[in-house]
């Protein structure tokens, strides 16, 4: 169905969007080991968790367009 399918515009945006999304979870899955900090800890804890949840997300969106 038309509907459903992404433009190649918005297909090369989301892989842009995919992979900064990458970026920031690899860098706050590192620095979570490396910081001190309880609360600082926990906030990255989240944001690796909300991170690969909406990596999922958008890989979902992306294999879903394709058809």
Same mark, same amino acid.
């Given at each position: 169905?038309?509907?459903?399918?992404?433009?190649?515009?918005?297909?090369?945006?989301?892989?842009?969007?995919?992979?900064?999304?990458?970026?920031?979870?690899?860098?706050?899955?590192?620095?979570?080991?490396?910081?001190?900090?309880?609360?600082?800890?926990?906030?990255?804890?989240? !944001?690796?968790?909300?991170?690969?949840?909406h990596v999922?997300?958008?890989?979902?969106?992306?294999? !879903?367009?394709?058809?």
């Amino acid at each position: 169905m038309m509907a459903n399918q992404l433009a190649r515009h918005e297909r090369l945006e989301m892989h842009e969007i995919l992979t900064l999304k990458n970026i920031s979870l690899t860098k706050a899955a590192t620095m979570k080991g490396l910081v001190g900090c309880n609360q600082l800890q926990a906030i990255l804890q989240e !944001d690796v968790t909300k991170g690969k949840q909406h990596v999922e997300q958008l890989n979902e969106l992306l294999s !879903d367009g394709s058809n």
